[in-house]
């Protein structure tokens, strides 16, 4: 019975680990948080992967008063592995309709200042946050406005 105890507080920990949330998003512009829709998420493990989509109707606008670039600030939960984000601008879009600006950060916390937002102009951002625990893995995607003013 003693040496079965180990490997039960083992298992016990894997079980709890992969039974974990998804590590969730916050985001803030110039100290001001950004609130956010769930667009998608897709949950796996090794043996299967389940994955929904949202398509939210209404997406939270944020007005912001600050001097371009902006920072936009990102800090993901627990597990949290990477964030990658797509800006697009509603007012001039991309003739591919693409985004203006792509971003990566390589953890679950950190800044990226922008290059092409532009005073008076609105743009939709969408943030992607891949994560992994111990035997599952993910990602969500998290959906806002923003609207730079001078």
Not at 9 to 34: D, K, Q
Not at 49 to 54: Q, R
Request: proline residues 9%; charged residues 20%.
């Amino acid at each position: 019975m003693r040496s079965r105890l180990p490997l039960a507080g083992i298992l016990i920990a894997i079980l709890l680990a992969s039974c974990g949330g998804r590590p969730g998003l916050y985001v803030s512009i110039g100290g001001e948080t950004v609130p956010m829709v769930l667009g998608s998420v897709s949950q796996g493990t090794a043996c299967s992967t389940s994955h929904g989509d949202a398509f939210p109707q209404l997406i939270p606008l944020t007005t912001v008063r600050l001097p371009t670039p902006l920072e936009i600030r990102f800090e993901a939960g627990q597990g949290a592995t990477a964030i990658r984000g797509w800006i697009y601008d509603r007012d001039a879009p991309s003739p591919a309709g693409g985004p203006i600006e792509e971003f990566s950060l390589p953890a679950s916390r950190g800044a990226y200042e922008t290059r092409s937002v532009l005073p008076g102009r609105t743009y939709d951002v969408t943030v992607n946050v891949e994560w992994s625990f111990v035997v599952t893995r993910g990602e969500e995607t998290h959906l806002f406005r923003v609207r730079a003013e001078p």
